[in-house]
């Protein structure tokens, strides 16, 4: 079981001049701390500071790391404060402790917590100091190493952001070792079964391979030897997770990956690396494109190396690693090795070399190019960073809802898109997307977009591609209702129909209302531009010639278009009146009349008069109140009332005192003390009014209240 001592032992063996007190201190101060905790699993908790705390020592770091990974769950956890800390182990170990609790916090609200954003967090935690990214990757690797005690929901979780987020940046700060771990572990969380079927194959493939490949580093020892180029060769499998990326990118099944196993060789100087890669290549041809050398241009992550493939003695590939010894402990360590020796000496030359060569990194880190979206959250808060079910990050703007996302992926999937599911969750469309969900678009064949959609897209591009697919709809429909009215006109006036829409007259009216076709003149009769008893006119050779003039202006629509609060199916801008015998106001269940050259005529469903409009050659169409109409519609109310002094009075405060204005009043009283007051009101729809009349029905001397 691993004890203090072993830690102690550890550090000593690279340290001798480390601060072994402080880290006993913080030991024995974290034991204490978590006394009463219990890990998971039922083991006392100080095995998992512990289990850090050794980590951190393999990575040969100083001892203010060490001590505050022992410490780096005690403010989280028990009742320690940040001061306690401080007082009790100076600045610099409060310092990291601190910014560890301070990710933590961030890590516990993963559901919510955008996976861009936590990584946006570690790279600024980072850039103050990459100390508490060590500790924080030795933390998250305890708990993977042992995630089995969890729930398999969490455990997939915790391993997902793990591949997500950990490894890749371990790998950017070149800590090979880690990447590898990290994404090892995850990958047997996320695919157990294919990853238990890698470790066989890969074993089998080994044990083939193994006379092999020992011929082939006994071969190099001799010719190394004769050369007097000292080296170290061994042999190399490339780790499952490697494995499985290469199947999934070059589409193979494991048995065509070919460099499974390979070799790497290391030597003293960076001559001899050349030297080495000259006799490999005299020794067997090379496979084309395969030799990269990172020595003369290194990796963003400090990573030098020469690869290179050949066709090795039986015709099978061979890859080689090629590097110095200094080289291989960059690419095991990475940033971690510039923390190895180092004891509060930061003042010195060489360590702001490396102060400035970590900063350059996290640079580096913000241009890359997989992170760049990630980054950016930094440098542009209004931006949301989503995932789609493969992975991939899309860069939206602030609120965007799956409709963006939708069209952001293709318009057609933006156009069919009927809902989506949101980690797993079927949200509504207008639902607001957060950095870190992952967006899977339902679409449907029969879907078409909405205008609707317009009131929640925030993308440019939604936008445009929906107002493209609705302009185009709406024209549509102002051809097919302008065609109905025009036609019935015409019919009504004994005109011949096909005659006279064929007809050279019918072309010059069209150019006297400076239209293209008569598909636009169709249109602007549809939308109540144009009427079409105007254009009728025109075609009746007794009606009078000063009508003819004015028609060539087309007619004022009844309302502005601006404050429009009736779409007829699916169009809005159309000619159109509120029955003054009924008045509607949004809410009310109605009905259109197309009304000979007068465009629509709204009414009450319930209105007296709708059964006697219904004349034979008016037709009713469907219609509804749009969603967000603004404004105030005037409606009429009747109340009958007790004829007491005061009471109109009472009613209009009363109705002021709920801001509708009212617009007009008549009131008459009988002989037998009952008043009948007719108000007009500006309500904003339905549900106003009628609380207003519930309201009114409870006024002291109020008999009755109707529309
Ligand atoms: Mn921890």
Redesign the pocket.
């Known amino acids: 079981m691993l004890t203090i001592e072993t830690v102690l032992d550890k550090v000593l063996a690279y340290n001798a001049t480390a601060n072994f007190d402080i880290i006993k201190k913080a030991y024995i101060f974290s034991r204490e701390a978590h006394c009463s905790q219990r890990r998971i699993e039922g083991s006392p908790y100080i095995r998992?500071p512990l289990a850090?705390a050794d980590t951190l020592a393999d990575m040969k770091l100083d001892s203010a790391t060490i001590a505050a990974g022992l410490l780096?769950?005690t403010v989280e956890d028990t009742g320690i404060s940040a001061n306690d800390i401080k007082a009790l182990f100076g600045q610099e170990i409060a310092f990291l402790v601190d910014a560890v609790t301070k990710l933590s916090k961030v890590e516990f609200k993963t559901k919510e917590e955008a996976q861009a954003e936590n990584f946006r967090k570690m790279l600024l935690a980072m850039s103050k100091d990459v100390r508490v990214i060590l500790i924080k990757f030795a933390?998250r690797l305890h708990?993977m190493r042992t995630l089995e005690h969890l729930a398999p929901e969490k455990q997939r979780r915790i391993a997902q952001e793990t591949l997500d987020i950990y490894a890749p940046l371990a790998n950017r700060l070149g800590i090979g070792w880690l990447r590898i771990e990290f994404e090892d572990l995850s990958f047997r969380v996320l695919m157990p079964d294919l990853y238990a079927e890698l470790v066989e194959k890969v074993a089998k493939r080994r044990e083939e391979n193994e006379a092999y490949i020992n011929e082939i580093i006994q071969l190099f020892y001799d010719r190394f030897g004769k050369a007097g180029i000292p080296a170290k060769i061994k042999g190399r499998v490339k780790h499952y997770y490697s494995i499985y990326q290469k199947m999934i990118r070059q589409k193979v099944p494991f048995e065509q990956v070919h460099d499974v196993i390979g070799i790497r060789i290391i030597t003293d100087t960076l001559a001899h690396c050349y030297d080495i890669l000259g006799i490999i290549h005299s020794l067997w041809p090379l496979v084309p494109g395969r030799f990269k050398d990172f020595i003369s241009l290194p990796k963003s992550n400090m990573y030098q190396s020469l690869h290179t493939t050949v066709m090795g003695p039986s015709g099978e590939r061979v890859e080689f690693q090629i590097r110095t010894k200094e080289m291989d402990a960059i690419a095991e360590e990475g940033i971690a090795a510039h923390w190895r020796y180092k004891e509060k000496d930061r003042t010195d030359k060489k360590n702001e070399q490396q102060v400035k060569w970590l900063r350059d990194l996290v640079k580096e880190i913000s241009d890359a190019k997989e992170f760049l979206e990630a980054v950016k959250g930094e440098v542009v808060p209004d931006t949301v960073y989503v995932f789609t079910p493969g992975g991939d990050i899309k860069e939206l703007p602030l609120d965007s809802t799956p409709v963006d996302f939708a069209y952001s992926i293709h318009s057609a999937v933006g156009d069919k898109c009927v809902g989506a599911k949101v980690n797993g969750r079927m949200v509504p469309l207008r639902y607001k997307l957060a950095s870190g969900d992952v967006v899977e678009i339902v679409t449907s064949p029969n879907q078409t977009p909405s205008k609707d959609w317009l009131k929640f897209v925030v993308t440019q591009r939604a936008k445009s591609k929906i107002r493209q697919w609705t302009r185009a709809e709406e024209r549509a429909k102002g051809i097919e209702l302008g065609t109905r009215l025009l036609e019935d006109e015409l019919r009504r006036h004994g005109l011949p129909i096909s005659a006279t829409l064929k007809s050279e007259k019918m072309e010059e009216v069209v150019k006297a209302y400076t239209l293209q076709s008569l598909e636009d003149l169709f249109v602007q009769i549809g939308y109540g531009k144009i009427s079409a008893h105007q254009i009728v006119n025109r075609f009746m050779p007794e009606r009078g010639h000063e009508e003819a003039q004015q028609a060539a202006r087309p007619a004022k629509p009844a309302r502005e278009s601006k404050s429009s609060v009736i779409t007829i199916t699916g169009i809005d801008n159309v000619l159109y009146r509120l029955g003054k015998c009924c008045m509607p106001v949004p809410g009310d269940k109605v009905i259109g009349f197309i009304t000979r050259g007068k465009g629509v005529t709204i009414h009450r469903a319930d209105c007296r008069n709708v059964e006697r409009m219904a004349e034979p050659n008016s037709r009713h169409i469907d219609v509804d109140w749009m969603e967000d109409a603004e404004g105030t519609s005037t409606t009429r109310i009747y109340i009958e009332a007790l004829d007491k002094p005061g009471m109109l009075a009472n009613l209009s405060a009363f109705i002021s005192s709920e801001n509708v204005n009212i617009s007009s009043v008549k009131a008459n009283s009988t002989h037998d003390k009952r008043a009948f007051i007719e108000l007009a009101l500006e309500v904003k729809n339905r549900s106003q009014l009628l609380s207003i009349m519930n309201k009114i029905r409870q006024m002291d001397g109020v008999l009755a209240v109707r529309r």
């Open positions: 998992h850090v780096h769950d933390d708990n």
